[in-house]
């Protein structure tokens, strides 16, 4: 595990970065406009599914192996934060919640894949 300590934390350095910006930008357009529930539910699943893709990515991109088991590595640390934040504020494990992992899960095995087959451009 040691081996993918800096690979995972530079990869979940970028999903912050990724999410806060993210975020910070579509409650900006939120103020300006009105906008329906469900956008914003959708628009929360897919700024952090796309934040796992791109910790993926930059993970294996630093690692350069098993591009997989790194995609799920960042998942498992953000369906560990999900589920702990759904229990507790629900109580339970909601439809909303199962949907984000999913897409986390999803995403983030693409990320470690196309991490792997994109070639190092700097020497």
């Known amino acids: 595990m ?4 800096k690979g ?23 103020t300006l406009t009105d906008i329906s529930d469900e ?14 893709f791109i910790a993926s990515y930059v993970s294996t991109q630093i690692i350069r192996n098993n591009g997989i088991l790194q ?9 560990s934060v999900l589920l702990v934040i759904s229990l507790i504020v629900n109580s339970t494990l909601t439809i909303t919640c199962f ?5 986390c ?3 983030s095995m693409i990320g470690g894949i196309k991490g792997i087959n994109t070639r190092k451009t700097g020497k």
């Open 99 to 103: 949907e984000k992992i999913v897409c």
């Open 2 to 5: 040691q081996f993918y300590k």
């Open 105 to 107: 899960t999803l995403l």
């Open 8 to 30: 995972v934390i530079a990869g979940l350095l970028s999903l912050l970065g990724f999410v806060v910006t993210s975020t910070i930008l579509f409650g900006t357009i939120m």
């Open 39 to 52: 956008i914003v539910r959708i628009a929360g699943t897919l700024i952090l599914s796309v934040g796992c």
């Open 71 to 79: 995609g799920l590595i960042i998942c498992g640390i953000v369906s």
